[in-house]
């Protein structure tokens, strides 16, 4: 079965500094999709950022960075320049590829908080 | 586009009633899910529709029911609700398989 785990329920990072929101995954999938999505404190789930399982280099997108080590099952998602709208929970999720659907499996997620 | 609208934004059941979530996207997209979020948790999938009169259970269907009779709409049935439905619940949808799942605001139930 799929998983996902992050294991850091909360980050602190001064404004203008990056920080890294880590992911690992476990699946036997060869093919499978991987998200970010962002959760503000009004409860909204925004989309960040996709990797592909066979993408070639690491997805970016703006200030979003995604760290992909595939060997390593790893997904981590690098915020560079922080601000303080950034502060909120931040979900790891991984994509079933090889039912056919696309069913999303979520991490805990992480709280960031940004400060001054 | 409205995206992926959710109605209500709140409600309170007593033990035992029943209510229909509403979720509707006006974005033409196929695929649609319905999930719920626990406190302090990511999101776990109720129910998914891959098209209109096309459903299936996802990882927690338990207490539920869908209908997808048009494209447009996914609404997610609790019969007989108990405390342990107390939750947010996300409507999502997506054009296809490959592409990123959009988000309705949220409704959050509360079981007494």
């Known amino acids: 079965a799929q998983k996902i785990t992050q294991t850091q329920p909360g980050m602190f990072v001064q404004e203008k500094e990056a920080v890294t929101l880590d992911c690992t995954y476990d699946?036997?999938?060869?093919?499978?999709?991987l998200f970010w999505y962002k959760q503000p404190s009004s409860g909204e789930m925004i989309f960040l950022i996709y990797?592909?399982?066979?993408?070639?280099q690491n997805a970016t997108e703006g200030r979003y960075s995604l760290n992909f080590q595939k060997a390593r099952k790893s997904a981590n998602l690098v915020i560079s320049a922080s601000q303080l709208g950034d502060s909120a929970m931040y979900f790891c999720a991984m994509r079933d590829m090889n039912t056919g659907f696309q069913k999303l499996v979520f991490g805990t997620g992480t709280r960031l908080l940004v400060s001054p | 586009n409205a995206g992926v609208t959710q109605t209500p934004k709140f409600r309170i059941l007593k033990i035992g009633q029943s209510m229909t979530l509403q979720c509707a996207q006006d974005?033409?997209?196929?695929?649609m899910y319905w999930y719920r979020q626990d406190p302090g948790m990511g999101l776990k999938l109720i129910y998914y529709s891959v098209g209109a009169g096309i459903t299936d259970k996802g990882e927690v269907p338990n207490g539920y029911n869908v209908s997808r009779s048009t494209t447009e709409d996914f609404p997610l049935r609790l019969e007989l609700a108990a405390p342990s439905q107390t939750s947010v619940y996300f409507c999502?949808?997506?054009?296809?398989?490959?592409?990123?799942?959009?988000f309705g605001p949220g409704t959050r139930l509360t079981v007494l």
């Open positions: 699946t036997s999938d060869p093919s499978y999709g």
């Open positions: 974005m033409n997209h196929n695929y």
């Open positions: 999502a949808s997506s054009s296809d398989r490959n592409n990123e799942q959009f």
């Open positions: 990797q592909g399982s066979y993408d070639q």
